[in-house]
């Protein structure tokens, strides 16, 4: 976990336990900032090439040394800071509102998109919780999690699970052990293809047969590993990838059919390729996972 701090108080608390803290091409620290790495392994000795800037490694326990930090200020701020403290919050909590207006905004505004678009699709997944709040989401959808974050607006501790780690494919076993633990909730796995196909699908899905843990598994389908394609055109803006506008081991096409798949294991499978017809699907989806089958729906994006 790594804190960056700038004056007297904590500025932000970067992420919790996570080798990766920030990405640095993606995310400027202020030069004024102070960076304190709080870990068992604070310095990374067993990862080779670890350079992210720490001024302070602090040896310790995350969970422990968070309680620690988040009491340790109280007995500071004096009535002045309470009430700069609480005006921060209002001011955040109005910027925060507003910004879930302008993704749903965005969202709507490509209710008519072909194909399908992320935004659209994170819209009926919120759509589909405002029905239905006890649903549980387990997401790996990589580079569309953030967007699909953006309009999934889950506010309850243990309606949420994300990975930590940088390998693919938790996501569908993930869903199936949280069902597993949860069984009188259901759970939605959204999953980008190649964590779908990472996930040892055929595997997963039996196993969920054969468990009596349905899952609803909903695959972001924009035929490549885009988090591969993404840096490699980075990279290489002028290369061959890009000249010639073919990703070798990275593209996947012609795609393969996962609503396919779905049926040889006993899963409820359908392919999705009309923005009318994602909320209808997920409905559908879920009421076979309520019914005791698992489901899997082949959303189907723009190829990046």
């Known amino acids: 976990m790594s804190i960056a701090r700038g004056g007297p108080t904590l500025a932000a608390i970067r992420d919790h336990d996570h080798d990766v803290p920030y990405i640095p091409t993606r995310t400027d620290l202020s030069p ?8 068992l392994d604070p310095v990374k000795e067993r990862v080779p090439l670890w350079t992210f800037p720490v001024d302070l490694p602090v040896r310790a326990d995350t969970g422990r ?9 109280s007995e500071l701020l004096t ?3 309470r009430r700069r403290v609480e005006s921060r919050r209002a001011e955040l909590a109005a910027s925060h509102a507003r910004l879930r207006r302008e993704w749903r905004r965005t969202a709507l505004e490509q209710a008519s998109a072909r194909p399908i678009v992320p935004e659209w699709l994170g819209y009926c997944l919120e759509q589909l919780r405002r029905t239905a709040p006890e649903l549980v989401f387990v997401v790996e959808a990589v580079t569309n999690a953030v967007t699909i974050a953006c309009q999934v607006q889950v506010a309850k501790h243990g309606t949420w699970y994300q990975s930590g780690g940088s390998g693919l494919g938790w996501g569908i076993g993930a869903a ?32 969920a047969l054969t468990s009596g843990a349905p899952v609803l598994v909903v695959i972001c389908n924009n035929a490549c590993y885009n988090a591969t394609k993404q840096p ?3 990279a290489y803006p002028e290369g061959y990838s890009v000249r010639l506008d073919r990703s070798v081991g990275i593209d996947l096409e012609p795609a393969p059919r996962y609503d ?17 017809e994602v909320l209808p699907a997920l409905e559908r989806g879920l009421a076979r996972v309520r019914d005791g089958q698992s489901a899997v729906l082949d959303v189907i994006l723009a190829h990046p």
């Open 79 to 81: 009535d002045a800071d």
């Open 260 to 276: 396919v798949l779905a049926t040889s294991v006993g899963a409820y499978g359908e392919r999705v390729e009309e923005l009318a």
């Open 65 to 73: 040394a968070l309680e620690l930090i988040a009491s340790y200020p």
């Open 232 to 234: 490699l055109i980075a």
């Open 176 to 207: 199936v052990g949280i069902k597993l633990a949860q069984p009188d909730r259901p759970v939605v796995a959204v999953v980008g293809d190649g964590s779908f196909l990472f996930g040892a699908p055929v595997t997963t899905l039996w196993r």
């Open 32 to 39: 004024e900032a102070a960076v304190v790495q709080v870990d």
